[in-house]
């Protein structure tokens, strides 16, 4: 008897044993998908609220709706957490991003870029207006047409 209670008393140290590794293993799985989680819904383009969260500070700049696009993109480069909002108690309604005061460097450069772009697309020549400048030019070219007519064999 005292042989089966030593085997019994074995086997109920390695049951609590295994146990407290699982739970440990886990914890530690729980943590580092927390981890992960977090870093993940923490950046890029997010909801106001999900921006002032983050006890952070927030500051917003005013935006036109036909640059909202190419600003994400540039705020996409940088890292910016940011959020959209539009305020449609104007007419015509205005759009105000937020991004987080730490984040604020990063966005000048972030919004100094893209007004760059803005100002480089007014300078660039239209497409449109070069394509119809050669279609111009093409119609005052002399006609090259050459007339062949076909042999008949009688």
Do not use: C, W
């Amino acid at each position: 008897m005292a042989v089966q209670e030593e085997i019994e008393q074995k086997s109920f140290n390695i049951m609590i044993s295994t146990t407290k590794l699982s739970a440990r293993t886990v914890l530690r799985a729980v943590k580092a998908a927390f981890r992960l989680y977090q870093s993940k819904t923490s950046q890029g383009k997010q909801s106001v609220r999900t921006l002032l969260r983050q006890n952070r500070g927030v500051s917003s700049v005013e935006i036109s709706k036909t640059g909202i696009r190419s600003l994400e993109r540039y705020a996409k480069k940088y890292g910016i957490d940011y959020a959209i909002r539009k305020d449609s108690s104007e007419v015509p309604p205005r759009y105000l991003v937020f991004f987080k005061a730490p984040d604020a460097e990063a966005f000048n450069s972030a919004f100094k870029e893209y007004s760059a772009s803005l100002l480089n697309k007014d300078n660039r020549p239209s497409v449109l207006a070069k394509l119809h400048e050669l279609v111009q030019a093409a119609a005052e070219l002399p006609d090259k047409v050459r007339h062949k007519e076909q042999e008949r064999g009688l």
